[in-house]
């Protein structure tokens, strides 16, 4: 009889949370979690690349060679992030963020990188927490001679803008999510070769970061001139952009007006396009 596991949670299209009701673990593959959804069972016979176990405090002890050193390491970590950042790290995130570094620091011990899929992303969107995680990192070789490579660089990145900002930290995962997810939908359903380090992918993200953020805060969605004009001049784009509007609205649980909808489609239209001079002619943002 095959195993049953249920999903806990859609990290993206290519990694999924599970549990066997005994424990979770995150699984990564391509395209595993394509429309895929919280609570469907799916069985042992799924093809996937590679697994995480999620680990909590009392694995510690268990999987560490060296448990003490894990728990002086993490404590000078926390510091350095304190002192780096230099603001008052808030309870909850300092337990949080703890966490987060005593598991990695034990991935690390059994030659585990946990993979960040939202690498661009995070850079484009969180520019300034960053350079801070870059900072720390630094100073984390300079004290244990302990290098934090790029994923988890990233990682620390989430919880630095999360102190800085106080920004709920499952808001700015649940964005990039929606982010990377988008950027996926492009590249596999819609065949489009993305250059994540142009200046017009960046200002997709920007516009996706901000849109996302208004529909959590409950604002009011923008308002675009001559939409009528510009969905009847961009139909391509428009049909393309149901692609964004899909994850969005799956994600989210709202249905995105039609100026929303349209200003995705300049977006799209920018980013697919050599010669942008008529859409910027009609009313560039």
Not at 160 to 169: E, M, V, Y
Not at 242 to 257: G, Y
Request: glycine share 4%; no cysteine; net charge negative.
């Amino acid at each position: 009889m095959r195993l049953k596991y249920k999903i806990v949670k859609v990290l993206n299209n290519n990694s999924l949370m599970i549990s066997n009701g005994a424990e979770e673990v995150i699984i990564v593959g391509k395209g595993i979690g394509f429309k895929r959804s919280v609570d469907e069972i799916i069985t042992e016979d799924i093809i996937y690349e590679k697994e995480y176990l999620l680990l909590t405090d009392k694995d510690y002890n268990f999987v560490s060679k060296s448990p003490k050193e894990i728990i002086n390491n993490t404590g000078t970590i926390v510091d350095i992030v304190g002192l780096v950042v230099g603001k008052e790290i808030p309870e909850q995130s300092v337990r949080a963020l703890t966490n987060h570094i005593a598991a990695m620091l034990v991935r690390f011990e059994n030659d585990e990188i946990f993979p960040n899929p939202f690498h661009h992303e995070t850079v484009t969107l969180y520019g300034d927490s960053y350079n801070i995680a870059e900072d720390v990192a630094d100073r984390v070789f300079e004290e244990i001679n302990l290098r934090i490579p790029e994923p988890e660089v990233d990682f620390l990145t989430l919880y630095i803008h999360g102190i800085l900002s106080a920004t709920d930290k499952e808001d700015s995962i649940q964005r990039n999510a929606i982010i990377s997810e988008v950027s996926e939908a492009l590249e596999y359903d819609l065949n489009i070769n993305i250059d994540k380090s142009s200046v017009m992918y960046a200002r997709l993200v920007t516009h996706l970061k901000f849109l996302i953020e208004r529909i959590l805060r409950r604002e009011t969605t923008i308002n675009v001139p001559m939409t009528s004009v510009l969905r009847e001049q961009f139909p391509e784009y428009m049909k393309m952009s149901e692609v964004i509007v899909e994850v969005i609205e799956k994600h989210l649980q709202i249905k995105l007006s039609d100026d929303e909808h349209t200003f995705l489609a300049l977006h799209l239209a920018r980013l697919t396009m050599s010669d942008v001079k008529d859409l910027e002619n009609n009313g560039e943002r």
